[in-house]
């Protein structure tokens, strides 16, 4: 089992940056595949990156393709989100996810959430 915090969030203006980072406890923080997701006010939660194991492959949502990167940092047990160029549309509580595929759905286990918003 592993427990998740985000951390990162806060408010930018539109064309900013942001690093959102995922604290995991657990000694096997490494067995996992680690997603970020968002869910902005009235919509369903969206996929956004997802990382394997070892770094080595990355599935990105198309929406945040060429702006958001995910890494992973196994020996600290973090896995990030680097946000740049950011829209307004970005606007979301961005959650980091555990599972053991390398896919956009059926992750075991969720953190709270951190707020990122984006203003015009």
């Known amino acids: 089992q592993v427990q998740l915090v985000e951390s990162g969030g806060g408010l930018v203006q539109a064309g900013g940056s942001l690093r959102l980072s995922c604290a995991a406890s657990?000694?096997?923080?490494?067995?996992?595949?680690m997603g970020w997701f968002r869910q902005a006010p009235g919509k369903e939660r969206e996929f956004v990156d997802a990382i394997s194991r070892n770094g080595g492959s990355i599935l990105s949502s198309d929406s945040v393709k060429g702006r958001f990167t995910i890494s992973r940092d196994n020996s600290e047990k973090k896995v990030y989100l680097q946000m740049n160029s950011l829209r307004p549309e970005d606007t979301a509580v961005y959650y980091c996810?555990?599972?053991?595929?390398?896919?956009?759905?059926?992750?075991?286990?969720w953190g709270q959430g951190t707020q990122v918003t984006v203003s015009s």
């Open positions: 657990g000694r096997t923080f490494s067995s996992y595949v």
């Open positions: 996810a555990a599972g053991r595929l390398l896919i956009k759905e059926r992750y075991d286990y």
